[in-house]
């Protein structure tokens, strides 16, 4: 713990030289703004003007030429982005390297090159229709995630249909506005789980591990947003003729979130709910996905520097026999986590501090459930466009009084986008 504390100082000492925040720059690009007009305090939490952004499917132009004809109004360029996360990550679990040639785990210190390292374009593909695609370039196969929204301005509401596929982000993916870890792209901390109710349970049932396909209809303006989504928790499903198959989408995703100002502080407040049971595109074996959540966020400022509170509770219950909840892998009793946390700029648009705390249940044997977390965070941005993190977590409860149970990780990050 003193080295981490000794850790973030550092990063502290050091943020007087440094300017700005990052953030993916293919919408920079585009909009010819800066990334701190769509990112609040460091990339990826949006303020206002992003979330609006977002809301309208990507497709507002700036500075950029057009390609513009009857029916036709599309950038002369295609924007294109990377986003890179080399991290190092360490717990004191117990290792499970015997032999010297064993591969490192975490618990003895593990450099994750390419933890992510992903090809994206996006933008205006028409003056209603945008898009959004991330490749691997990594690991196969290339496609790793997409989504068109149609959104269509009806003055007072923008109403809008998004297909869409990911691997690993779940049905979220499809359309959200919050950056409190609702979507996991879109989190204040690299320790999602540990920060976030909702990532807490998120996919850990086996059934795609977060892959979500499927159709999300919203509605959305300046008091809130609706989000009414079909999907099945399957990835590229019917790709390449059908190699990977085809399912009947049979879950449903419901989604309901204020926006209001209050004062001088920007509001999400809201609530989700999965239900329905669909094939997961993998196997022959169906998955449920039930799952409630509730979260709050606010952003604004204390003493001249930005600040955002972050709050969310999250349940998922115990699945009906044979079929296994995807937000419940114990399947013995209620999974569930509420938690609770703070970002603040210590020194705006270079240094941010945050910590949460998790009270969490992990749905297993009573008597062995409890598995709460303590969270450090910093952030420290040596140019707008690449950062530092620091994350260290330690764990409590009783799933961590085994022998060799983790009971704390820490994570050294670079992140960078060009």
Not at 267 to 286: D, F, I, L, Q
Request: hydrophobic share 45%.
């Amino acid at each position: 713990m003193k080295k981490i504390v000794l850790s973030i100082a550092g990063v502290m000492a050091a943020a007087a030289f440094a300017p700005e925040a990052s953030a993916l720059p293919a919408f920079a690009r585009q909009t010819g703004m800066a990334c701190t007009a769509c990112h609040a305090q460091h990339f990826p939490v949006l303020n206002g003007f992003g979330r609006a952004f977002k809301a309208a499917g990507y497709t507002m132009m700036g500075a950029q030429g057009k390609v513009e004809g009857e029916h036709l109004s599309l950038p002369d360029t295609l924007n294109a982005a990377i986003l890179a996360k080399v991290r190092y990550q360490k717990d004191n679990g117990a290792s499970t390297k015997v032999l010297a040639t064993d591969p490192n785990g975490t618990a003895n210190g593990q450099l994750q090159f390419g933890d992510e390292f992903s090809l994206f374009f996006g933008g205006r593909v028409a003056e209603n229709i945008g898009f959004l695609f991330e490749g691997n370039t990594v690991a196969a196969p290339l496609l790793a995630g997409f989504k068109m929204p149609i959104v269509f301005d009806m003055g007072g509401a923008k109403i809008g249909v998004t297909p869409f596929t990911t691997d690993a982000l779940g049905v979220q993916y499809g359309f959200e506005l919050s950056s409190g870890g609702v979507l996991r792209a879109n989190r204040w901390a690299e320790h999602r789980r540990e920060t976030s109710a909702i990532q807490y349970l998120a996919n850990d049932g086996g059934a795609g591990l977060g892959a979500a396909t499927g159709f999300a209809l919203s509605a959305q303006n300046d008091m809130g947003f609706i989000n009414i989504t079909k999907f099945a928790p399957a990835f590229g499903m019917g790709a390449n003729g059908g190699a990977v198959p085809s399912v009947d989408m049979k879950s449903t995703y419901v989604r309901i979130a204020a926006t209001p100002t209050v004062g001088d502080w920007a509001m999400v407040v809201g609530a989700g709910s999965m239900s329905g049971t669909s094939g997961n595109g993998a196997t022959t074996v169906s998955a449920q996905t039930k799952e409630t959540f509730f979260d709050f966020q606010a952003q604004g400022e204390v003493g001249g520097k930005e600040l955002g509170v972050y709050a969310q509770h999250a349940s998922a219950p115990i699945s009906a026999a044979g079929v296994l909840n995807a937000y419940n892998a114990a399947n013995i009793q209620t999974k569930k986590a509420y938690t609770i946390g703070a970002d603040y700029s210590v020194i705006p648009n270079s240094l941010h501090i945050g910590a949460a705390y998790r009270n969490g249940n992990n749905g297993g044997a009573i008597g062995a459930d409890g598995d709460n977390a303590v969270t450090l965070t910093a952030v420290y941005d040596l140019v707008q466009n690449v950062a530092l993190h620091v994350n260290y977590s330690s764990y409590s409860g009783s799933s961590r009084n085994a022998v060799g149970s983790v009971k704390s990780l820490t994570t050294f990050m670079l992140e960078a986008a060009w």
